[in-house]
């Protein structure tokens, strides 16, 4: 009799066991479609994080003028913006001077005009517009005091920062369609179209 009574309790306790593994293998396995389904949730997050979302501040370092030109120093650098004719038989220049070295672009007589050199001091008085073809200089118009009709008194342009400047020139004749740029220090622009 205790050996059958010693049967029927470990036969209990197996059958008892093997519930309980296959309850603990039953919610074991449950986890794993929970994980495969919030792995596929989240598959479809990472599309649409794309390469071309990165594309706009690449896009925002390149020059968005219409004529670019390294300058005698490396990490300097001229953007032309705008060449335009206006009223009264001039034409404007929109530029801006890029520093990206590691010291400052220094103003002062830099960018004078030798003739107005005093008169010049922190401007860009010496920007010329050239036309090869018809052989003629155009240079900073100046008013009746002699003083140019440009960007005066321009701070030094700090490293890694940008300045924006302006000048106005006499027009060439309507046929001109396009002009050189010369700025002191910097590459000649050729060939910068006039716009209207």
Known sequence: MTRHLVLLLSFVVVLSCAKKEATTTTQAAAPAPETTSSAVTASPAPAPVSTPAAAPPAAATTSSGIASADGERQGTRVDVMELKRGSGGTVTLKMAFVNDSENAIGFGYNFA?????????????????????????YFVARDSEGKCVCSTKVP??????????????????????????????FQPLDDVAISH
Request: net charge negative; charged share 25%; aromatic share 4%.
């Open 156 to 185: 030094d342009v700090a490293p890694h920062s940008r300045v924006s400047l302006w000048a106005k020139f006499p027009a060439p004749p309507d046929d001109v369609q396009k002009i050189s740029i010369v700025i002191p220090h």
């Open 113 to 137: 005009d030798p003739d107005h050199e005093i008169r010049d001091h922190g401007s860009i008085g010496a920007v010329q517009l050239v036309d090869p073809v018809g052989k003629k200089k």
